[in-house]
């Protein structure tokens, strides 16, 4: 167990295996459309006429896995004014390391193919806000 400096306390889990449990979750916990493999990143995200949220996440994530349905939804609602793609920093690791990825779940919003802005864990107001502020 470690100490911030807050006195707020944490703890590591380690997986021998590399193999973190998926939460009791399916595999794929998302829409298939979202998902996003660096392959096909600048063409679907850097090269974007419309911002785009990334949401980087792992099965393993617990804050990631209670904002995949929020995630999903937002996709849905601002088709056609913004893009929605969920990348698997596991699967993905060297985009995520491009990125400055440090913690997730990392949402960014890129514009013209920059990122223009960062947050973490939100509820579906805040992420969708954080996404359509730069969609005018």
Known sequence: MFMTDTGHSFSFLVYPN?????????EN??????????TDFEA?????????????WAT???PCVAISPHIEAIAGEV???????????????????DY??????ALLVFKDG????????GSKDQIK????????
């Open 79 to 97: 088709d056609g004014q913004a893009k929605v793609y969920k990348v698997d920093v596991d699967a993905n690791g060297d985009l995520a390391s």
């Open 114 to 121: 920059k990122v223009v802005d960062r947050m973490g864990f």
């Open 29 to 38: 916990i998302m829409g298939a459309d979202l998902a996003l493999a660096a």
């Open 129 to 136: 806000n954080f996404l359509m502020q730069h969609a005018k």
């Open 18 to 26: 590399h193999n973190p449990p998926t939460l009791g979750v399916k």
């Open 44 to 56: 679907n995200v850097l090269k974007s006429d419309v911002p785009v949220l990334v949401d980087f």
């Open 100 to 105: 400055g990825i440090m913690s997730i779940p």
């Open 60 to 62: 393993w994530c617990p």
